[in-house]
C-alpha cells in the first residue's frame, strides 16, 4: 500500500501477530477516545474481519465485534468525560499538529446540525468521529442520552464493519485487491452522511415551501 506502515492494516495485523484482535481494539480505543484522530480504525476493522475469514485471526467472529464494540464505546466514553473535565482548552493553539481549533469547531458544527444522532454519524466520519465526544463532554450533554447513541453508534460502526470485512474475507479479488477494497470502504462509510444530507435538504425544502404557502 501507499501508507505507511502504521497506517497499513495489513502490515499492522500481520505484525502484531496473535495480539492481532487486541492491538485492533487498542486503536479503536484510543482514536475514539484520546484525542488522537490519525489512526486507520475503519480499514483495522474491515481487515480484522477479513482475516478472521480467513482464518489468520483465531478468534469467533461474535467474541471479535463484542471486544471491538466495547473498546469504540468505552473510548467515547473517555473522550466525553475528557470534554466534561477540560472544556475545549486544549484546542487552542492553531499550530498545533492535532488538537487544532478548527478541527473542534467543525466537530461543534457537526454536532448542532445533526443534534444526538451526530454520535451515531460521526462514527463513520475521520477526525469528527475522535471529536465528537469531547464536544458533547464540554456542552454537558446528559450522560444517559449519551450513552444510548453513542452506544448504537459503537455497534453499527465496529460490528457493522468487521461483519462487512468477514463478508468479504473469502472473495478472492478482495484479497488481492486490499488497497482498493479500503478505498471502497471509505466511500461507504460516507453513505449515512450522505443519506442524512439529503434527507436535511428534502426537510429544508418543505419547510420553506411551508412558510410560502402561509405566506400567500
Not at 189 to 215: D, Q, T
Amino acid at each position: 500500500m501507499l501508507l505507511p506502515n502504521w497506517m497499513d492494516p495489513e502490515f499492522l495485523l500481520n505484525w502484531l501477530g496473535d495480539w492481532a484482535l487486541w492491538g485492533t481494539a487498542a486503536v479503536v480505543f484510543i482514536e475514539c477516545g484520546l484525542l488522537f484522530p490519525i489512526l486507520p480504525g475503519d480499514s483495522l476493522l474491515f481487515a480484522v474481519g477479513l482475516f478472521i475469514a480467513a482464518g489468520t485471526i483465531g478468534v469467533p467472529l461474535w467474541l471479535a465485534c463484542v471486544i471491538l464494540t466495547v473498546s469504540a464505546f468505552l473510548g467515547n466514553v473517555s473522550g466525553y468525560y475528557i470534554g466534561r473535565a477540560l472544556g475545549t482548552s486544549l484546542f487552542r493553539n492553531p499550530d498545533a499538529k492535532f488538537l487544532k481549533p478548527k478541527y473542534i469547531a467543525q466537530t461543534h458544527e457537526f454536532f448542532e446540525r445533526y443534534g444526538p444522532r451526530a454520535l451515531v454519524l460521526a462514527r463513520f466520519v475521520p477526525i469528527v468521529r475522535t471529536f465528537i465526544t469531547v464536544v458533547a463532554g464540554a456542552g454537558r450533554m446528559d450522560p444517559r442520552k449519551f450513552f444510548l447513541w453513542t452506544g448504537i453508534g459503537a455497534v453499527l460502526w465496529a460490528s457493522g464493519i468487521t461483519l462487512l470485512g468477514h463478508a468479504l474475507g473469502k472473495v478472492k479479488f478482495i484479497h488481492e485487491h486490499l488497497e482498493s477494497a479500503l478505498i471502497l470502504l471509505v466511500l461507504i462509510s460516507l453513505v449515512p452522511m450522505l443519506v442524512e444530507y439529503l434527507l436535511a435538504r428534502r426537510r429544508a425544502r418543505k419547510n420553506s415551501m411551508g412558510e410560502g404557502e402561509m405566506r400567500v
